[in-house]
């Protein structure tokens, strides 16, 4: 079957550096997401790995290695409006979204 | 980047009573949406997928009898939740997909109080 994981919360402090993991065995790979979401609200895109490595999008990144697995996604400079949950999404052989449950994740004054 | 809008944001109906909810790609023209149902504390979970001028295609366990999808247009699909009851009550999520990309865009989602 399809699976994604990723850790259910996560505490940090404000103005600290957050790595959020997520590692997924999927039918098939075409793109990683990951999306935030506050909560009572849609969900708002944040990046998309397709190819292995580190995509840089200001205080935000994403890494992916398709041998593992693997991706995170990378918080600097916390502030207290990244309180949210993010969700990590996988593009299957279908070309449909296999969802992980998601990470709440808290900051601290 | 791409916009999409659903209506209405929030609703509040009696048990037995029908729901329709709409949603709308504003600039641009979405040949696939797909319906997502959130419960609280949980993620995303996909209902249905939707192409425009065909029939839904329906995860497994949602009743299509019960949650009517309609795509008659490349801007509008609309949900309808047909004699919704206590346990209907969720948040309701469209999103769209633009024809050449991968990225979905996601509505603002649509709360559902059934009473």
């Known amino acids: 079957g399809q699976n994604i994981d990723q850790p259910t919360e996560m505490t940090a402090t404000e103005g600290a550096i957050v790595q959020i993991n997520c590692t997924y065995q999927?039918?098939?790979?075409?793109?990683l997401f990951w999306y935030q979401q506050h909560a009572g609200e849609a969900p708002t895109f944040l990046s998309y790995n397709v190819l292995d490595g580190l995509e840089e999008k200001g205080r935000f990144s994403s890494f992916l290695s398709r041998s593992k697995g693997y991706s995170y996604l990378l918080l600097k400079e916390l502030q207290m409006k990244d309180s949210a949950s993010y969700l990590c999404a996988v593009l299957d052989s279908n070309y449909q979204l296999i969802w992980g449950a998601g990470t709440k994740l808290i900051i601290k004054p | 980047g791409a916009v999409v809008s659903q209506h209405p944001s929030r609703v509040i109906c009696k048990s037995g009573t029908s729901v329709k909810i709409e949603c709308r790609s504003l600039d641009f023209q979405a040949t696939t949406m797909f319906w997502y149902r959130q419960f609280p504390k949980q993620s995303l979970m996909l209902m249905a997928t939707s192409n425009e001028g065909s029939k839904a295609t329906y995860e497994q366990g949602v009743e299509k009898d019960k949650f009517l999808i309609n795509h008659a247009s490349l801007t509008l699909s609309t949900l309808t939740v047909t004699s919704a009851h206590p346990e209907d009550s969720s948040f309701y999520i469209c999103s769209a997909r633009i024809p050449t990309g991968t990225e979905q865009f996601f509505g603002p989602g649509t709360r559902l109080t059934v009473l």
């Open positions: 999927t039918s098939g790979f075409n793109g």
